[in-house]
């Protein structure tokens, strides 16, 4: 069964840094582009940033670009996401969610996500 | 950047009856067009992909039609378990969502 489980969220001061993982059980993760998402409270969703199977490729939104940097680490099966300089706008439940083929890059698995809160 | 516009923002349906929920796109985005269910507190959840094919799992009472810049996710006999938010996804150029259209019960 495919698991994706993120952790690391919590209550930050804006201007400070926050590192979100994802851990993945139930499928080869090494063979798959992974992803954040968020949803601010009460609101739709935001893609974030992508990351291919072997880290060849990363991809921002432009909301985040030069503040945040995904990464993963195939050998623990792990999806990371550092986010510096953060924003009272950045807070939202960010969830991990994984693309099935790099033909089809929609999100087929999401995990349960994590609430970062920035404020004073 | 593609902006996905659905509607209505809200629609009341009486269980049994059916659903039809609305997503247009700024700019075609051909088939490239996935919906997804989200209940409170949960994760979104994968229903169509393909802007037609259901994923796994998913019943057939849940339909998708369209392609370019027109959309419809159809729910033929409305159960109770699926009154939630969804919202559709174009991934033909980068990811945008919808606003979402949130199905209540009338």
């Known amino acids: 069964e495919v698991q994706l489980v993120e952790s690391g969220g919590g209550l930050v001061k804006p201007g400070g840094s926050l590192r979100l993982s994802c851990a993945a059980s139930?499928?080869?993760?090494?063979?798959?582009?992974m992803n954040w998402v968020r949803q601010a409270p009460g609101k739709g969703l935001e893609w974030v940033s992508s990351?291919?199977?072997?880290?060849?490729?990363?991809y921002y939104a432009d909301s985040v670009k030069g503040r945040f940097t995904i990464s993963r680490d195939n050998a623990k099966n792990s999806l990371y996401l550092q986010m510096n300089s953060l924003r009272a706008e950045d807070t939202a439940v960010y969830y991990c969610?994984?693309?099935?083929?790099?033909?089809?890059?929609?999100?087929?698995?999401w995990g349960q996500g994590t609430l970062v809160t920035v404020s004073s | 950047e593609i902006v996905m516009t659905q509607s209505p923002a809200t629609l009341s349906v009486s269980p049994g009856e059916r659903a039809t929920l609305s997503c247009r796109a700024s700019?075609?985005?051909?088939?490239?067009l996935a919906w997804y269910q989200q209940k409170p507190g949960q994760a979104p959840r994968l229903l169509i992909y393909?802007?037609?094919t259901r994923a796994t799992g998913i019943p057939a009472r849940f339909s998708g039609s369209g392609s370019g810049t027109e959309f419809t996710l159809t729910i033929s006999s409305l159960q109770s378990e699926d009154f939630a938010v969804y919202y559709c996804?174009?991934?033909?150029?980068?990811?945008?969502f919808g606003q979402g259209t949130k199905l209540e019960i009338k």
């Open positions: 969610a994984r693309v099935p083929a790099r033909t089809a890059p929609y999100f087929d698995y």
């Open positions: 139930g499928f080869t993760f090494s063979s798959y582009s």
């Open positions: 990351i291919s199977s072997s880290s060849s490729y990363i």
């Open positions: 700019q075609s985005v051909s088939s490239n």
């Open positions: 393909g802007a037609s």
């Open positions: 996804q174009q991934y033909n150029n980068w990811y945008t």
